[in-house]
């Protein structure tokens, strides 16, 4: 990846099939930048592992999960969405946007349009520009 170029990473819950058909879709172009991958479930994201994104050279960070209360681990998506929201209170902690972590649920209604609320996101971190850590931390900046 250029220096000048953001990252943004994408992971989503394996359960939400539209979210996994991208992923897996060899001929589908994500934003330059974007970095999709797949999460077991989105219950296991921790606060400290979107941090990582960040100190690895990110951007931004997007969680997708399934709708609240249809979780495969009944909970566990709104855990997650707690768990991101403490890792956007520590980024406005250390002077960063917080809005650079965001969790989203995606209802059934929004289940198509997951392609524009990827480019929707990263076109957001794209006008805050680069992350004043970047580079700073082990792996930072690099490709």
């Known amino acids: 990846m250029a220096e000048n170029e953001l990252k943004v990473v994408v992971r989503g819950c394996h359960n939400l099939v539209p979210y996994r058909k991208l992923v897996t879709d060899r001929q589908?172009?994500?934003p330059r930048g974007v970095e999709a991958g797949l999460l077991p479930?989105?219950?296991k994201v921790e606060a400290h592992q979107v941090l990582k994104f960040f100190e690895q050279g990110a951007d931004g960070a997007l969680i997708l999960a399934c709708p609240l209360g249809a979780c495969?681990?009944?909970e566990g998506n709104r855990r997650a969405a707690k768990r991101v929201g403490y890792a956007a209170e520590w980024l406005d902690e250390i002077g960063l946007e917080p809005?650079?972590?965001r969790f989203v649920a995606v209802e059934p209604d929004r289940?198509?349009?997951l392609t524009e609320l990827i480019s929707e996101f990263y076109q957001e971190i794209v006008d805050l520009g680069p992350t004043p850590i970047r580079g700073s931390g082990p792996g930072g900046g690099e490709s």
């Open 28 to 30: 589908h172009r994500w």
């Open 72 to 74: 495969r681990l009944v």
């Open 111 to 113: 289940a198509g349009d």
């Open 41 to 43: 479930c989105s219950s």
């Open 99 to 101: 809005v650079r972590v």
